[in-house]
T-cell receptor, first 115, second 114 residues
Framework: ETGVTQSPTHLIKTRGQQVTLRCSSQSGHNTVSWYQQALGQGPQFIFQYYREEENGRGNFPPRFSGLQFPNYSSELNVNALELDDSALYLC??????????????FGSGTRLTVV | AQTVTQSQPEMSVQEAETVTLSCTYDTSESNYYLFWYKQPPSRQMILVIRQEAYKQQNATENRFSVNFQKAAKSFSLKISDSQLGDTAMYFCAFMKDNDYKLSFGAGTTVTVRA
């Protein structure tokens, strides 16, 4: 059983650029969520995808967007990067059924630095 | 909106001793779920323990146990027989029933000293 893998592990971008972060869900998981974790803070929910559609969204602007593919891998896209977007971005997947029974499996994150 | 508060930014404990981390939350929901996650330097968030609000019995997982006080909206984590591998950031998290979004606290850094 594979876990959740994220790429790249680190990334440096310039303000105003666009970035794509990738996540490969754990085998058998068809739901993926993305979280933003600023330095010294707890993760904040960005959005969730289920069966290739956005299933819920946190308090993030539209320049944060995502995709989920038929193989349940996922992308997080951020346009017009701002300095405050510098953070650790975590991907979490979960299996079908009530989330509480199985819990989330988190990846190790992508550290994004915007300069 | 739910808020989760962890009032201890840092805790230090001697190996083999016990440490307790505090967490309080604010919600109007009657049924919900509470979690403690561990984030070591590897950055991967690992589930430590889970508590369903409708269960009165406190959850226990090996050396980890919780003290869940629903009326006080308190959910503390006790780590017994601390080990060097327990050194990590610990996050308390809340999720409403039939929901999918975790609301996290700001975290407590736990350092286990040899």
């Amino acid at each position: 059983e594979t876990g959740v893998t994220q790429s790249p592990t680190h990334l440096i971008k310039t303000r105003g650029q666009q970035v794509t972060l990738r996540c490969s869900s754990q085998s058998g998981h068809n739901t993926v969520s993305w979280y933003q974790q600023a330095l010294g803070q707890g993760p904040q929910f960005i959005f969730q995808y289920y069966r290739e559609e956005e299933n819920g969204r946190g308090n993030f602007p539209p320049r944060f967007s995502g995709l989920q593919f038929p193989n349940y891998s996922s992308e997080l896209n951020v346009n017009a990067l701002e300095l405050d977007d510098s953070a650790l971005y975590l991907c979490a997947s979960s299996s079908p059924g009530p989330i509480l029974n199985y819990g989330y499996t988190f990846g190790s994150g992508t550290r994004l630095t915007v300069v | 909106a739910q808020t989760v508060t962890q009032s201890q930014p840092e805790m230090s404990v001697q190996e083999a001793e016990t440490v307790t981390l505090s967490c309080t939350y604010d919600t109007s929901e009657s049924n919900y779920y509470l979690f403690w996650y561990k984030q070591p330097p590897s950055r991967q968030m690992i589930l430590v323990i889970r508590q369903e609000a409708y269960k009165q019995q406190n959850a226990t997982e090996n050396r980890f146990s919780v003290n869940f006080q629903k009326a006080a909206k308190s959910f503390s984590l006790k780590i017994s027989d601390s080990q060097l591998g327990d050194t990590a950031m610990y996050f308390c998290a809340f999720m409403k029933d039939n929901d999918y979004k975790l609301s996290f606290g700001a975290g407590t850094t736990v350092t286990v000293r040899a």
